[in-house]
């Protein structure tokens, strides 16, 4: 079975997009770490997600249901939001609303890694990534590599592309969480999903 990448942008802007950009230079990392890696990238701005409201996963659109379908079938993540009045995108909570966490039943993120980044006009929000996304992710029970990326503006160029040292850091990101789920996928049971359930 082949090991697949899953880039998630939380972002709806049209390209150029600063937030795409930032997690296409991590995908290249992972990709540079392991050439036989699988990477796809799922733009929230592609799919007409319904909202959440608190059916089955099947009873949503063919949309839904396939965005849903993306995240089942990856063996870790890289999620990347932009950060509007002081969080995280309502797309991509809507998105992650959607994303079933039944720990006796489909719980697609249970066990699995993933990277975080976020993009913004200051450096005023970067606490974001560790007082809403990392708990986020934790909920799901998820693991969160340390690194966790913020960029601001002045980490990009005129043409909306990564420069400067967050190029080797974004790199970087990719590459640890790779690793980590690598390592993660060999070791003992007591890391593995079935194990990692919340108490009764």
Known sequence: MSFKLLGINGSLTPPPSRTRSALDVALAGARAYDHALETEVLELRDFALEFCDGRAPEQ???DTRRALALIEEASAYLVATPIY???YTGALKNFFDLVPNDP???DP?????VGLIATGGSDHHYLVLEHQLRPLFG???AYIPPRAIYASSRDFDIQKQVQGRLVEELRQLGQ???IQAHFLASASEIARPENL???Q
């Open 60 to 62: 949503y659109n063919a």
């Open 85 to 87: 009045r002081a969080t």
């Open 104 to 106: 006796q039943g489909r």
């Open 109 to 113: 993120l249970r066990g699995k890694v």
């Open 139 to 141: 909920f799901f029970g």
């Open 176 to 178: 640890e969480v790779l």
């Open 197 to 199: 359930r919340i108490r």
